[in-house]
């Protein structure tokens, strides 16, 4: 079965650091771009990050930019994203998504998506 | 910043004609992509660029593409159609994705 796991999440205080996890099952994960999508509670999507098969071309939400890595480990399937500085607009939950990079003009969309990860930043 | 803009709401009677607009300056240039998104789920893709259909997704399901404004159509809404539905496409320049405010379909 092709599977998206996310974890990782919890309450974090202002200016505070966490790093999420996403473990992928099911598939090819280096034949894959992958993403990072968030929603905050009764709001959109918002796009976060995407990252290429071999994790060589990275975007970032201009908006977020310097503050959230994303990294992948094909030997491992997963997928990371390291949070700095959170502050109280990144509460969401946080979702995996299997897709191309947005410069990648063939993109199919996001296929597949993990459950989610919430996260909380409040003092 | 670049935006694609849908309306915020959308009501139908079930058997009727949905139709769901996604407007941006780059969707001339990029694909399109559209998510359902019931309560408490995970969105789901039901069209990818711009028409394509992915397995298991309903024939009533569809898409087209005109200049700067996208459609979503769902012919013959059935009430397990009621979500909210979200539009996706990159900027000009394939530096960032983006997605639409959402649109909360009611079937009435």
């Known amino acids: 079965e092709v599977q998206l796991v996310e974890s990782g999440g919890g309450l974090v205080k202002p200016g505070g650091s966490l790093r999420l996890s996403c473990a992928a099952s099911g598939f090819t994960f280096s034949k894959y771009g992958m993403n990072w999508v968030r929603q905050a509670p009764g709001k959109g999507l918002e796009w976060v990050s995407s990252?290429?098969?071999?994790?060589?071309?990275?975007n970032y939400a201009g908006s977020l930019k310097g503050r959230f890595t994303i990294t992948r480990d094909n030997a491992k399937n997963s997928l990371e994203l390291q949070m700095n500085s959170l502050r109280a607009e990144d509460t969401a939950v946080y979702f995996c998504?299997?897709?191309?990079?947005?410069?990648?003009?063939?993109?199919?969309?996001?296929?597949?998506w993990g459950q989610g990860t919430m996260v909380t930043v409040s003092s | 910043s670049y935006e694609l803009t849908q309306p915020p709401s959308v009501s139908v009677s079930p058997g009727q004609t949905a139709r769901i607009t996604c407007s941006g300056d780059?969707?001339?240039?990029?694909?399109t992509h559209w998510y359902q998104q019931k309560p408490g789920q995970v969105p789901v893709l039901v069209i990818y660029k711009d028409s394509e259909r992915p397995s298991g997704i309903p024939e009533r399901f569809s898409g087209s593409s005109s200049g700067a404004t996208v459609t979503l159509t769902i012919g013959g809404v059935q009430a397990e159609d009621e979500a909210d539905y979200y539009c996706?496409?990159?900027?000009?320049?394939?530096?960032?994705?983006?997605f639409g405010g959402g649109t909360k379909l009611t079937v009435l």
């Open positions: 996706q496409s990159a900027d000009n320049s394939g530096s960032y994705w983006m």
């Open positions: 998504a299997r897709g191309a990079p947005p410069d990648y003009y063939d993109s199919s969309g996001f296929d597949i």
């Open positions: 780059a969707l001339s240039k990029q694909y």
């Open positions: 990252i290429s098969r071999s994790g060589g071309d990275i």
